[in-house]
């Protein structure tokens, strides 16, 4: 009951830090220190309940996948430009993953690293105060695709906030709000989707307790990516976004002095 708990609790916190921008995977390393848990498989449970934000996603976005969708196989060349264009911005993060799978995977058990990465999150955020407007381009050049699709692979240090830091860039290089949000998104979709269809085989050899404990954690991230979403794109267009950096600096800052001693 208590591993149950946990799960429901990480469940909650990763659906509410994917989305806002404040790192997931920072907070994933930083909460299960705090809970003092330790599921044994937790990078199945951890790409189980990324895999549930998906989820959040189709649901959030399922007019425009629908849209793109239809228009791919369709073949509308709108349809077709932009999903090229997350193919191209999606590239660099799988490079990175396959070139420096072991030097990242260490960086989640620094405190240090996450509290510094933190830090560095909350600048990135604040850089928004200044570009975030309600003017832009609806759709990315392929130039600020692969860029953005740069700073996606940068984001997969934990501590660096992958939404925060993508939709940072979409708005420096002039998209609006909305459009650097919505390819912020799809680009992560892509990435979680790759990372749950390399561990589908893995489901079939877990005991009936974790499938339990990502079975909880994965319906309490779903709901709780949702609100995180509505929240997100509020914070957008209301131009508040900038203000997650201070909770970024404040979390990062104790992190660091904790780390330290």
């Known amino acids: 009951m208590e591993d149950t708990i946990d799960s429901i609790l990480l469940g909650i916190v990763q659906g509410l830090t994917e989305f806002l921008p404040v790192s997931s995977s920072g907070h994933l390393v930083l909460a299960q220190e705090v809970l003092g848990v330790n599921f044994g498989q937790g990078i199945l449970f951890e790409v189980a309940v990324h895999v549930a934000t998906l989820v959040a996603i189709l649901i959030f976005y399922r007019k425009r996948v629908w849209e793109l969708a239809h228009g791919f196989f369709t073949l509308q060349r709108p349809a077709l430009e932009y ?110 989707a790759g990372a749950g269809v390399l561990l589908l085989p893995e489901l079939t050899s877990i005991d009936a307790t974790l499938m339990n404990n990502i079975i909880a954690g994965s319906i309490a991230s779903l709901i709780s990516g949702l609100a995180a979403l509505v929240a997100f794109v509020w914070l957008l267009r209301t131009q508040r976004f900038h203000v997650f950096a201070w909770y970024a600096w404040i979390v990062g800052a104790i992190t660091v002095v904790v780390a330290l001693n």
Request: glycine fraction near 10%; proline fraction near 4%; charged fraction near 10%.
């Open 83 to 192: 999903t090229g264009k997350l193919v191209l911005g999606t590239l660099p993060a799988v490079a990175v993953a396959l070139l420096l799978r072991d030097l990242i995977e260490q960086q989640f058990d620094s405190l240090l690293g996450v509290g510094i990465c933190l830090i560095i999150t909350g600048f990135i955020v604040w850089s928004t105060k200044k570009t975030n407007t309600h003017s832009g381009d609806e759709v990315p050049s392929w130039k600020s695709a692969f860029i953005i699709g740069c700073v996606q692979a940068f984001a997969i240090l934990p501590g660096i906030s992958r939404s925060g830091s993508t939709v940072a860039a979409g708005l420096a290089l002039g998209l609006s709000p909305l459009a650097a949000a919505e390819f912020s998104f799809m680009l992560g979709m892509i990435a979680m």
